[in-house]
């Protein structure tokens, strides 16, 4: 692909997907205001902090990220991790872990850490897809407690027009429509509801450029370094699993090792505009695709956008009523959620169920997405190497006269299946000689060596002769180097022992 037909394809797709990609990100702007407050507040810093880092990071991602169409921008998974450092050393702390963040997570673009994503199963996805449904709607509930009304009657005619608009026309985001009629209702009748700028003061003006004021020393690199490591796996772990998402919902493809990078640079960026640290946000991505956003465009006019409503409409965008941003969430959160997860998990392995259940259970009780996810590979590998160690047979056949007894070995030899090796091995009879036939075994690590030698070294002390036959080359380099009995000193065949 030509750079010119890239640059058409990634950012300018046409005059029609351009104005979808503009609206988008206005609609996207308007979401991320209050989202962006909410994560500065719980990391205990200015709401401009949350804010000023949601117009650099969507802006640096839309030029250094790896996934078109999604959206980045300040998140609470890595707010939540630095709430200990700012309470204790400061808001200039968190500056410079976030530079820290950002350069860990280049790093970790470089060494091709996207590629874990691969040992990240189906279930896992759905799992964390469904667990971030349920908590972006539970993030809602706050602004529908202690509330009039006139709160519950805005938030279901916002839904009304997100689900009902699109049969009239599909040439505006009904996400949009919604905000701006609520908000005429809200601001024009003077309605007793809770507003944008009830959450916290919007900042005025346009963000300056300013290093960290810390100490460049290894005391400061001490304190933040766990931090940052913190962030940048969060993060990055967040925006792999997003960009996935994306690419399944536009079913594209994206750059995974770009977007590591571009991360890195759009959090160090961020920090020295006076940002927090931030990552790919499904939610927004959601808003942002399903009202047409496709291009870098769309992201990239959502950080512009919300630029200019901070700097010149800051006064009309703190009326906004919240009621009509929720409507919006809640529509997230509907639209996020794997309604096809639920009649799965009877149609589905067991297994893969329980995968799925876990690591929505464990990211929903702990607010975590790396517990959940983490919780939900690693039971993938023990279902896994629990499947695979089944995949093992043992078969004995006598000599005619009775002087050899050969057992031949199919399926993998590994630490899970050792045990059954063993057990099979135990040889019955009197025959004096053994031959073990792993033509159609094979030998993945030192567990199963060990194993191998075990069996040798228990016939030898019984008097037997054994003789192993068969070995693969992969198998046979193996128990050359690491096994204790004769080598085999080739790759393939009979192996006198």
């Given amino acids: 692909m030509t750079r010119t037909s890239r640059f058409r394809t990634e950012w300018f797709a046409g005059a029609a997907q351009a104005r979808r990609d503009l609206l988008a990100g206005l609609v996207v702007a308007l979401a991320l205001i209050p989202e962006a407050i909410g994560f500065a507040l719980i990391s205990g810093v200015d709401p401009g902090v949350g804010l000023y880092a949601s117009v650099a990071i969507a802006i640096a991602i839309a030029l250094l990220g790896g996934r078109p169409g999604m959206i980045s921008a300040a998140t609470a998974a890595v707010a939540v991790v630095v709430t200990p450092l700012v309470r204790e050393h400061g808001v200039q702390y968190l500056f410079a872990a976030t530079v820290l963040m950002g350069l860990i997570q280049a790093a970790a673009g470089l060494a091709r850490v996207d590629l874990l994503m691969q040992f990240v199963s189906r279930s896992v996805i759905t799992g964390f897809v469904n ?5 972006i709607f539970l993030a809602q509930l706050p602004q529908l407690t202690g509330v009039t009304w006139h709160t519950y009657a805005m938030v279901a005619a916002g839904l009304a027009i997100i689900y009902l ?11 949009l429509v919604a905000i701006l009629v609520l908000a005429a209702v809200g601001i024009g009748f003077g309605l007793p509801v809770r507003t944008v700028g009830d959450m916290g003061s919007l900042p005025t003006g346009l963000p300056g450029f300013a290093l960290p004021e810390v100490p460049l020393t290894f005391e400061t690199l001490r304190i933040i370094l766990p931090y940052s490591l913190t962030m940048a796996a969060v993060g990055l772990l967040e925006s792999l699993l997003t960009a996935q998402i994306v690419d399944d919902m536009t079913d594209t493809d994206s750059d ?7 991360q890195g640079g759009a959090n160090i960026v961020s920090a020295l505009v006076g940002g927090m640290g931030g990552c790919a946000m499904i939610g927004q991505s959601v808003i942002n695709v399903t009202s047409g956003g496709r291009t870098r465009l769309s992201t990239f006019a959502a950080g512009v956008i919300l ?12 009326q906004i009523p919240m009621p009509a941003l929720v409507a919006v969430m809640v529509m997230v959160s509907i639209g996020t959620f794997s309604w096809t997860s639920i009649p799965n998990l009877r149609r589905h392995p067991p297994t893969s169920s329980v995968v799925m259940l876990v690591t929505v259970a464990v990211v929903v009780a702990t607010r975590d997405l790396a517990q959940g996810v983490l919780a939900g590979v690693l039971l993938s590998g023990i279902f896994f190497a629990a499947k695979v160690q089944r995949m093992f047979a ?10 050899t007894a050969t057992y031949h070995v199919s399926g993998e030899i590994f630490f899970a299946s050792v045990q059954r090796f063993t057990r099979a091995l135990r040889v019955e009879g009197e025959a004096p000689a053994v031959v073990i036939d792993v033509s159609a075994a094979h030998f993945w690590d030192i567990s199963g060596v060990g194993a191998l030698d075990k069996v040798v070294a228990q016939l030898r002390r019984d008097g037997r002769a054994v003789e192993v036959v068969g070995y ?5 380099a193996l128990v050359d180097r690491f096994a204790l009995h004769d080598k085999t000193g080739v790759e393939t065949g009979a192996v006198p022992h």
């Fill in 165 to 175: 608009f699109p049969r009239v026309t599909k040439a505006v985001p009904s996400p």
């Fill in 394 to 403: 043992v078969r004995r056949v006598l000599s005619a006269d009775g002087g």
């Fill in 472 to 476: 693969n080359a992969a198998s046979a």
């Fill in 307 to 318: 630029l200019v409503l901070l700097a010149a409409l800051g006064p009309w965008v703190g």
């Fill in 256 to 262: 995974k090792r770009r977007e590591c990078l571009g």
């Fill in 131 to 135: 667990a971030l449904a349920i908590l």
